[in-house]
C-alpha cells in the first residue's frame, strides 16, 4: 500500500514539476527553480520524517530522490531550454 502511495505522489509531483517548467520555460528562472528544487526536498523530507530541521537535507542526499525517480525543476529546464 505504502508503495503505491509513493508511486502516486512521484506521478503528481513530476507532472506538477513539467509543467510548470514548460510554462516558464523562456523566463529567466534558473535561480529560482534551484531554490524551489531545495524547498520541494526539505518539504518531502519533513514529510517522511515528520520534522524539519536545518540538517535535514544532509542526512537525505539529493542523489535519493533521482533513484526514486522524482525530477528536478532545474534539471527538466535545462532540457526544455534546449529543446525550445
Known amino acids: 500500500m505504502l508503495q ?4 502516486i505522489m ?4 513530476n507532472s506538477v514539476i513539467r509543467g510548470h517548467v514548460n510554462y516558464f520555460r523562456l523566463g529567466n528562472v534558473q535561480t529560482v527553480y534551484r531554490s ?4 520541494v526536498r526539505m518539504r518531502l523530507i519533513s514529510f517522511k520524517f515528520s520534522r524539519k530541521w536545518k540538517t ?11 533513484k526514486m525517480g ?5 534539471r527538466e529546464f535545462l532540457k526544455a531550454r534546449a529543446k525550445a
Open 70 to 74: 522524482l525530477l528536478s525543476f532545474e
Open 4 to 7: 503505491h502511495v509513493n508511486i
Open 36 to 39: 524551489l528544487d531545495c524547498w
Open 56 to 66: 535535514d537535507n544532509k542526512r537525505f542526499p539529493v542523489h535519493r530522490f533521482f
Open 10 to 13: 512521484r506521478r503528481l509531483i
